[in-house]
């Protein structure tokens, strides 16, 4: 059974950082390109990132370019989102999915709150 | 940036009624490249459709994607109670990859 855990989710002042982890199991991490996708409060369903097999492309939505980071260990079956720069309006819950454009697996999601 | 628009934004319909959801890009996508969610309140989302008319693992054939081009289309034949929920497309034939605004499916 595929499972996606994350975690690292929280309060955060505007101008902070936070980093997000996503714990896979269930299936061969390596193999798939993973994302990130993010559910503002009572809005609809936005893309905010893709990492391929190994790394070696990244890709982002405008939105967060320059701000946010996503990176995988394969060796530990993780998939991070390391976010900068939060603003307002990055206000919330965050899914980790398996599959770089099209979705099969998500995690239940972490709330992430920029608020002074 | 390809915008998808969905209509229409709640759908209204008695259990064993039919659903038609409409998903319009503003330039054209490869099937291969359209997906279909279903959120319900307070859960995650899951995969109902991908490559425009293929069901995902243990998607039940009520179900069914059609369409090309910039038009799409989720039906499901025959509502079940556990199928009211909210739905949404996405497209990623080009970056950013992006999801329509999402269609209400209610109890009328």
């Known amino acids: 059974e595929v499972q996606l855990v994350e975690s690292g989710g929280g309060l955060v002042q505007p101008g902070g950082s936070l980093r997000l982890s996503c714990a896979a199991s269930?299936?061969?991490?390596?193999?798939?390109?993973m994302s990130w996708v993010r559910q503002a409060p009572g809005k609809g369903l936005e893309w905010v990132a893709n990492i391929k097999l190994d790394g070696s492309e990244t890709d982002y939505v405008d939105s967060v370019k320059g701000r946010f980071t996503i990176s995988r260990d394969n060796a530990k079956n993780s998939l991070y989102l390391q976010m900068s720069s939060l603003r307002a309006e990055d206000t919330a819950v965050y899914f980790c999915?398996?599959?770089?454009?099209?979705?099969?697996?998500w995690g239940q999601g972490i709330l992430v709150t920029v608020s002074s | 940036e390809i915008v998808l628009t969905q209509s229409p934004g709640t759908l209204s319909l008695s259990p064993g009624e039919r659903a038609t959801l409409s998903c319009r890009a503003s330039q054209s996508v490869s099937s291969s490249y359209l997906s279909w969610y279903q959120q319900k309140p307070g859960q995650t989302p899951r995969r109902l459709i991908y490559?425009?008319?293929s069901r995902g693992t243990g998607i039940p054939d009520r179900f069914s994607g059609s369409g090309s081009g910039t038009d799409f289309t989720l039906t499901i034949s025959r509502l079940e109670p556990e199928d009211f929920a909210v739905y949404y497309c996405?497209?990623?034939?080009?970056?950013?990859?992006?999801f329509g605004g999402g269609t209400k499916v209610e109890i009328k």
């Open positions: 996405q497209q990623s034939g080009s970056s950013p990859l992006t």
């Open positions: 999915a398996r599959g770089g454009y099209s979705f099969a697996d």
């Open positions: 269930g299936f061969t991490f390596s193999n798939y390109w």
């Open positions: 490559g425009a008319s």
